[in-house]
């Protein structure tokens, strides 16, 4: 159960090795989570040690983004672990490089599926055990790339374009639930998923996200931007004319 | 029928939600605990408890508040007897009518007769009365089984009733209970008010003369600091006689006087009460109440629950809501409470509502919060920075002196942090294990602090 607070007893982390992933989970057994589950392709392997140093529980579960059709029980899994789900942190996604899904149409299919469609099956899992627990958060890593598909890396940035609609739907079916849903967009995060691309303006490392996701989830938000000035900065990009948005570098 | 409705507590910090039922019999409560489903079932009052405590998230939540019915005054007894869901209001105000008063009301009359035993309430009087639960005569409780067992402190399973004063409506539901009472000539109180300059004056003052009072209280002020630490308002009362009152009042003396004066609007802002704000109301508070006074006759319950005047009043923290924190340490244990409110203090926690008593003798009931000693209740705003790390702190110096957090109150402790504090706990779980096996009654306070 979340407290008075805003501390929480269990985390679920959809995509287990995910630094920003991790950077949340951590934030949230800082503030008094004592069971995180860590759901990834094979398990998760070891849990970093700092969350058995704050003195939390690590479970992990076998969880591929790829098979929609195990979603539901992955979920019903880490329920039997933890019992109610407080927050799950949905954190899992490729980047690849734009180039290569250009050349390689079959795996670019394959990045989309991860980076929107286990998004829906595995959302729409968490949503249903949200909603029959009538409370619990569900956290959404979005990007801003989602916000303007840009042409420079339009695969990854139309599944999470497509992502963050979903979410944001989400959120409205859920309302009156006493479950919520919160969209994260991070801009550029210096992460081993983004080592190959080049840092954009307004970077921010996982640990700000995490806390960019504490603060939101303890008050009443449904989107937060890490950090904050990409929202007016994307605002004005939404208005930027197509011929000069679609020459615009990375 | 059920609704799907959030509920929260009095703080309105964390709602969750719940389908809602409103049983009007016992039959229809025993019918709606055979329907509970996977999520489990609990009864909730007039939602008083300020934290988690009556509600159960994707649960059914029978709101006992229609399960009401006429008090019946037993005066050769000196007992009334009244549905669990009629409120503390009700029982007063027709008990008075009849020169009597209940042995133990809250410091608000919103609350139901069955919600108060659950919580086994205390008073201002609990230095000489001790809490509710020592004067329940019986109690009617219906277990998830459907049965209806008649308990009380000297007949039925004495230890399931004792396992239900004071724990939290999860061992069954009360449907009707029988509680003392004693007669009153008077609807009003007699006050003696002392202004005390520090916390050891304070202290003193309460340990000398509050076995002269059947009621005492201490207001705090909790934002004065240095030489002023701990300075407080003190006030101590009894039941008035006639020949107390003023002439005017001597004609109607057992009128009883409910009125609700003053609400707060829905939508007020958060962050209004911080440091400056209530700062300014405390000094301003202290300044007003007098050096000495004595005998002055008040209406019992303007007395006994001031802030019943105000309708709402938990709204004027804001939408991010409040916290309560209470505890008790035992008599010896000065210390930690003075670094209670030192830690308040340092910290400029702007709580105005900080309320010292002495506590009496304690209840058998291993979930009661009671027991003697010292017990400091405040107000603080949710999202007051750093709140839960100063808290936290507090708790582990209460551990360390033997004391305990007020379950009905507590809305963000560990559990591992309460269950340090109830040493009664795994007797108390043996006995639920019998009424309720499978586990079907449950709250969110329950899961949170891993109760059941």
């Known amino acids: 159960m979340r407290d008075s607070l805003g501390s929480v007893r269990t985390v679920l982390l959809l995509g287990g090795r995910s630094e920003i992933g991790l950077a949340v989970a951590e934030r949230l057994v800082r503030e008094g989570a004592r069971e995180v589950v860590l759901a990834a392709r094979g398990g998760a392997g070891d849990a970093p040690s700092v969350f058995k140093a704050l003195g939390a529980t690590t479970h992990s579960l076998d969880f591929d983004a790829e098979a929609s059709g195990t979603h539901a029980a992955t979920v019903t899994a880490a329920v039997e672990l933890v019992g109610d789900l407080d927050v799950v942190v949905d954190a899992f996604g490729v980047l690849g490089e734009q180039a290569e899904y250009e050349a390689d149409p079959l795996a670019a299919a394959r990045a989309a599926a991860v980076n929107y469609t286990g998004h829906v099956s595995v959302g729409l899992a968490v949503a249903a055990r949200l909603r029959e627990q009538g409370h619990g958060a569900l956290v959404v ?17 139309s599944a999470k374009a497509g992502l963050d609609g979903f979410a944001q739907g989400l959120a409205d079916s859920l309302h009156g639930s006493g479950a919520r849903v919160l969209v994260v967009r991070p801009g550029y995060v210096a992460t081993q998923m983004s080592r190959h691309v080049d840092p954009a303006p307004f970077p921010a490392t996982p640990g700000q996200v995490a806390e960019a996701v504490s603060k939101g989830l303890r008050g009443r938000a449904t989107t937060v931007w890490a950090p904050r000035v990409l929202q007016p900065v994307f605002a004005g990009m939404r208005m930027l004319p197509r011929p000069l948005w679609r020459r615009l570098g990375r | 029928m059920s609704r799907r409705t959030l509920l929260s507590g009095w703080g309105r910090t964390a709602p969750t939600v719940a389908h809602v039922t409103h049983p009007r019999s016992a039959e229809q409560v025993a019918e709606a605990l055979s329907q509970a489903g996977p999520r489990g079932v609990l009864a909730r009052g007039l939602g008083r408890s300020y934290g988690d405590a009556a509600q159960a998230a994707g649960g059914l939540v029978l709101d006992c508040t229609e399960l009401t019915g006429r008090p019946r ?5 000196q007992e009334v007897t009244a549905p669990a869901g009629t409120s503390m209001e009700r029982i007063i105000a027709h008990l008075l009518r009849r020169g009597h008063f209940v042995s133990v009301t809250p410091g608000t009359s919103h609350v139901t007769l069955g919600g108060a035993i659950a919580a086994d309430v205390h008073g201002k009087n609990h230095h ?11 109690l009617t409780l219906i277990t998830p089984d459907g049965r209806t067992r008649r308990l009380g402190p000297d007949h039925g399973d004495t230890e399931l009733f004792w396992a239900t004063v004071g724990g939290m409506g999860l061992t069954g539901v009360i449907t009707e209970a029988t509680v003392g009472v004693h007669p009153v000539e008077t609807a009003y109180a007699r006050v003696d008010t002392d202004r005390t300059r520090d916390l050891d004056s304070t202290l003193e003052l309460m340990a000398r003369t509050d076995h002269a009072y059947r009621y005492t209280v201490c207001w705090v002020d909790l934002l004065a600091k240095g030489a002023s630490l701990g300075r407080g308002v003190l006030t101590r009362a009894h039941h008035a006689r006639l020949t107390d009152l003023p002439l005017p009042q ?14 707060v609007p829905p939508g007020v802002p958060s962050g209004m009460l911080n440091r400056y704000t209530v700062g300014a109301f405390n000094t301003a508070y202290y300044n007003a109440a007098p050096h000495r006074r004595r005998g002055q006759a008040q209406p019992i319950g303007g007395f006994l629950h001031p802030l019943d005047a105000v309708s709402g009043w938990n709204r004027v923290y804001g939408r991010s809501g409040f916290v309560q924190y209470q505890f008790v340490v035992p008599l010896g244990a000065e210390d930690t409470l003075r670094a209670v409110v030192e830690g308040l203090s340092r910290a400029g926690a702007p709580s105005f509502l900080a309320v ?11 979930l009661s919060f009671p027991r003697p000693g010292w017990t400091l209740a405040l107000d603080l705003p949710a999202d007051l920075p750093g709140l839960a790390r100063l808290l936290n702190g507090f708790d582990e110096r209460v551990i360390e002196a033997g004391g305990r957090l007020y379950l009905a109150k507590d809305s963000r402790a560990r559990p591992e942090t309460v269950h340090a504090m109830y040493p009664g706990l795994a007797a108390w779980r043996a006995t639920r294990a019998r009424a309720d096996p499978d586990g079907v009654l ?7 602090l891993e109760l059941a």
Do not use: C, Q
Request: glycine letters at 8%.
């Open chain 1, 141 to 157: 890593l979005s990007s801003v790339a989602g916000v303007r598909v840009r042409r420079a890396n339009f695969v990854y940035g």
């Open chain 2, 356 to 366: 010292l008593k002495r506590m009496g003798e304690s209840t058998p009931g291993p």
């Open chain 2, 128 to 138: 000489a009365d001790s809490s509710i639960g020592a004067h329940v005569r019986s």
């Open chain 2, 250 to 263: 001597r004609r109607d003396p057992l009128r009883h006087r409910t009125a609700t004066s003053m609400t």
């Open chain 2, 73 to 77: 005054l037993d005066t050769e007894r």
């Open chain 2, 442 to 448: 449950i709250s969110d306070l329950a899961r949170r």
